[in-house]
């Protein structure tokens, strides 16, 4: 059974910070990884996807990375700012079917 | 612009009034899901589709059902809402071939 975790729950930074939200999953055989945002009340927004046979992905300030062997995944962000501030959700399809799993979310604010 | 468009953004209704959330995209996606969005749950998986005329149940399919008699529509229907369905629902889509899901803005849903 698929299990993801995100650690950690929530986090608070002042601006300019660099941060790292982790993401960990127990089914090492995934074909992708993908970390969306999630504003308060709102939508999910794609932020990066990451095929299994890609070590990392960068857009922006943002970089994820994909670990299978270990089953972690990273999203960095540089220099973070207030407009950052919401909730991270990582998650990874269940092998051979169609279900996204998800992690819980680290809720992140990042102080002016 | 390429998007999954839910109507409506928010619903109160009362038990037992049936009622359909619909999701549109316009991307030819082939494949479209349905979650429920619960505090302290996180995101569940209700339904998916893997193209027209093929459903499938996801992990809380109970009380809910859903057709797909077009490519782009996947509607969502409460037979006989109860309160336990109050929730945040989404809507999402990705075409075959590995890439990652577009999730729509989402449904507030209050049952009392």
């Known amino acids: 059974k698929q299990e993801v975790t995100q650690i950690p729950a929530a986090l608070s930074v002042p601006e300019g910070e660099n941060l790292v939200l982790n993401c960990s999953f127990t089914d090492s055989a995934i074909y992708n990884l993908q970390w969306f945002r999630q504003d308060p009340g709102k939508g999910l927004t794609s932020l990066l996807l990451?095929?299994?046979?890609?070590r990392e992905q960068t857009s922006g300030r943002l970089n994820a990375s994909l670990d299978k062997s270990s089953g972690r995944s990273t999203l960095y962000i540089a220099a973070s700012q207030p407009g950052d501030s919401a909730t991270y959700l990582c998650?990874?399809?269940?092998?051979?079917?169609?279900?996204?799993?998800f992690g819980k979310g680290t809720k992140l604010t990042v102080n002016p | 612009e390429a998007q999954v468009t839910q109507n409506p953004r928010y619903l109160i209704t009362v038990t037992g009034k049936k009622l359909t959330v619909t999701c549109s995209q316009n991307m030819n996606h082939e494949y479209m899901s349905w979650y429920r969005q619960d505090p302290g749950l996180g995101l569940r998986q209700i339904y998916y589709?893997?193209?027209?005329?093929?459903?499938d149940k996801g992990d809380v399919p109970e009380g809910y059902k859903v057709s797909r008699k077009e490519k782009r529509n996947f509607p969502l229907i409460l037979e006989s809402p109860s309160p336990n369905q109050t929730s945040l629902y989404f809507c999402?889509?990705?075409?075959?071939?590995?890439?990652?899901?577009?999730f729509g803005s989402g449904t507030r849903l209050t049952v009392v």
């Open positions: 999402a889509s990705r075409p075959i071939g590995g890439l990652g899901y577009t």
């Open positions: 998650a990874v399809p269940k092998g051979g079917s169609e279900k996204l799993v």
């Open positions: 990451i095929q299994s046979s890609q």
């Open positions: 589709s893997m193209n027209v005329e093929v459903t």
